[in-house]
């Protein structure tokens, strides 16, 4: 997902007021048209970045990557001043809303360059860079074999099961980023600066700043919500060990140490779900599988899109724009390099909605589609606020709607839309909650320790020539899995990740996998099915309900002006990320799990 602020498309031109010039204590009427003024300037002008952003993102060219980064450095370079503008308010007692207005002026850049010219557009010209990179990146193989986008790289780690060859495909997608290392460093160097001219330790801390509470407490916030939901994971990560070690052999798979990355059916090992046929248990498996319904039916990608759409306007939200299937990128291009990870944009901030994805006709690709238009109708929910708080409550709510949507994509629903013909009975329960905890469960780690290894990366803690090895030791702390080969500092490999390559905040998604169950319990409450009724919350869809839209909607439309938890409370009642609801989820689940898990070492 694409926001302003992600984009780095704040803009306004200077402010200065006669009162500020000569230094007199600036008033609430002055504050008042500096904001009016950045929010007018801010809407207009992030039109130009987020064109600049997506002819960029569609076109890989030097010259749409050299046009976005100058589009994107006017824009941060006028950000920045605005931010700095904001603190002379400081002192000045404001209404609500225009000091929610100034905090979000002050502490909403994910990307802040340095004053200094040189180094401004030297930033800038990085960040293009390194997304460029990611999105250019090919294996190509010795010996003349042809060479492997993403596309190719990732369907043999979800279908393969041929060890050699799934070292060989994770190996190669892991070759496209060393080339990345001496820039990421210096755009540390440089964002760092950047960041500390606004008054922040380091970027990182500007990061954890946007989250309605102390930087601090944030940080613990997540902990917290780690140790919560890590027996889970653990229960998890035990039983798929197992399962895998009966399939690869003691020698490929240990019984009680971590997991090989390049065996859980997924380049960065962050969702499991491919690996389902591998584990699951024969008397409960629910028998049908997405994908192949979906291919057997001849299924194109728009149609997977149709789907999607429909299942919003089913709960009352009116069908996109007529621009959207016009200017949205659906499949990957034959002709050009794209940036194929897929987003959610809102390129005028009003109704110019798109998605950018290269969708394959797999279960995956169903449930990001969702994932996107989840972003696009948030987006255009809040389109009515002030220009300033046209974004989510936090990001976590941005990434948690479309899933929430995804988790109403249960047997009877696709019943219901005539992809299936019959709905397991309650003796497949086991199954259908593994296949999504290997969507869910197995991700929550990787959520949390891509910033866990960037905060400290930003802070200093981790130095550049220590890059890679930090980034295993948390993924063997967090994931317990291992890289199945040695990979020493001459890697770089957090850059074969998306959002390190593009500078995207990662924190969002551990926060939406957990906000998500909550959303859903709420809502299907709404729709009839309370937790603890006769319909357990894996199988209740809010398809076609309308109160629980209505609920949603109600949230939706608040977009960031309020704290988040109060847009929190708005929909489930409650003012804290809460991870009961995931538990409580998955708790039948998790009993099982530790039936099958009796007697055999849990960890690593
Ligand atoms: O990046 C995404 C979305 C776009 S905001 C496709 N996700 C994360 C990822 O792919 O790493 C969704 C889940 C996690
Ligand atoms: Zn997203």
Known sequence: MRTFRDAVVLYAAPFLCAGLLFGAQPTVQDAKKFLDDADKKLFDLSLESSQASWVQSTYITDDSEALAAKASERAIAESVRLAKGAVRFDHVKLPPDMARKMMLLKNGLVLAAPANPAESAEVTRLAASLEG??????????????????????????NSQNPAELLDAWRGWHTISPPMRKDFQRFVELSNKGARELGFKDTGAMWRSKYDMPADDFAKEVDRLWLQVRPLYLSLHAYVRNKLREKYGPDVVPANGPIPAHLLGNIWAQDWSNVYKMVAPADTDPGYDLTQILKSRDTKPLDMVHYGESFFTSLGFAPLPPTFWQRSMFTKPRDRDVVCHASAWDVDSLEDLRVKLCLDITEEDFITIHHELGHNFYQRAYNKQPFLFRDSANDGFHEAIGDTIALSVTPEYLVKIGLLD??????????LLLARALEKVSFLPFGLMIDQWRWKVFSGEVTPEQYNKAWWDLRLKYQGVVPPMDRP?????????????????????????IMQFQFHRALAAAAGCPAGSATPLHRCSIYNNKDAGKKLNAMLEMGESRPWQDAMYEITGQRQVDATAILDYFAPLQKWLDEQNKGKPVGW
């Open 489 to 513: 500092e001459s890697y770089f490999d957090p850059g074969a990740k998306y959002h390190v390559a593009a500078n995207v905040p990662y924190t969002r998604y551990f926060l939406s996998f």
């Open 133 to 158: 990179t990611y999105g250019k990146g090919k294996y190509c193989p010795e010996g003349g074999k042809p060479c492997m986008d993403i596309e190719a790289v990732t369907r043999v780690l979800a």
């Open 422 to 431: 019959k709905a397991p009975d309650a003796s497949k329960d086991i199954g």
